[in-house]
T-cell receptor
Framework: DQQVKQNSPSLSVQEGRISILNCDYTNSMFDYFLWYKKYPAEGPTFLISISSIKDKNEDGRFTVFLNKSAKHLSLHIVPSQPGDSAVYFCAASALIQGAQKLVFGQGTRLTINP | NAGVTQTPKFQVLKTGQSMTLQCAQDMNHNSMYWYRQDPGMGLRLIYYSASEGTTDKGEVPNGYNVSRLNKREFSLRLESAAPSQTSVYFC?????????????FGPGTRLTVT
């Protein structure tokens, strides 16, 4: 039972355009959401996050939007750059069995074409 | 600061062999985690340690054991490796204080079981 889903395994975007990565979740107990970026042969690195009490968080070229009623969040990257080519993981945080844990989506491979 | 370090980077085992994956963090974090990453599955939690002296099972603990040796180190042991344990393993750590959700990841160990 996948509680966090990224339904697009891959996305290809032209350099300079907007990249939109989507994530859906099912558990209403999630109280914080994070996006991680992963390059090949490296560990995931934190990119941006949002609390469940907010609907938008912006950091430079990256903006995360949260729609709690739809249980949906999205990551916008604008303008997209070649260095943004990576796998992006959505993660949701909840207190599970007394400990704060992250549940990850399957990831979306973003390719930025020059 | 090295952050989160993992050894080894690569390992090939035969079915039935045992090994221990090592993880250390130098950020004075309380919580540590072990994940595995398989194609199309995202990152799945194997075991975690909310604080020094405690360990608990995650989503996929079968076939693994862990030891929280001290605050810095958290090891993952495969007692009798199986081909289904072929995966990339990531260790992560988190501050653990309330309001801190971000986990910091190591570079990963790529394990192949033949």
């Amino acid at each position: 039972d996948q509680q966090v889903k990224q339904n697009s395994p891959s996305l290809s975007v032209q350099e300079g355009r907007i990249s939109i990565l989507n994530c859906d979740y099912t558990n209403s107990m999630f109280d914080y959401f994070l996006w991680y970026k992963k390059y090949p042969a490296e560990g995931p690195t934190f990119l941006i996050s949002i609390s469940s009490i907010k609907d938008k968080n912006e950091d430079g070229r990256f903006t995360v939007f949260l729609n709690k009623s739809a249980k949906h969040l999205s990551l916008h990257i604008v303008p997209s750059q070649p260095g943004d080519s990576a796998v992006y993981f959505c993660a949701a945080s909840a207190l599970i069995q007394g400990a704060q844990k992250l549940v990850f989506g399957q990831g979306t491979r973003l390719t930025i074409n020059p | 600061n090295a952050g989160v370090t993992q050894t080894p980077k690569f390992q090939v085992l035969k079915t039935g062999q045992s090994m221990t994956l090592q993880c250390a963090q130098d950020m004075n974090h309380n919580s540590m985690y072990w994940y595995r990453q398989d194609p199309g599955m995202g990152l799945r939690l194997i075991y975690y340690s909310a604080s020094e002296g405690t360990t608990d099972k995650g989503e996929v603990p079968n076939g693994y054991n862990v030891s929280r040796l001290n605050k810095r180190e958290f090891s993952l042991r495969l007692e009798s490796a199986a081909p289904s344990q072929t995966s990339v393993y990531f260790c992560a750590s988190r501050d653990g204080r309330s309001g801190n959700y971000e986990q910091y990841f190591g570079p990963g160990t790529r394990l192949t079981v033949t």
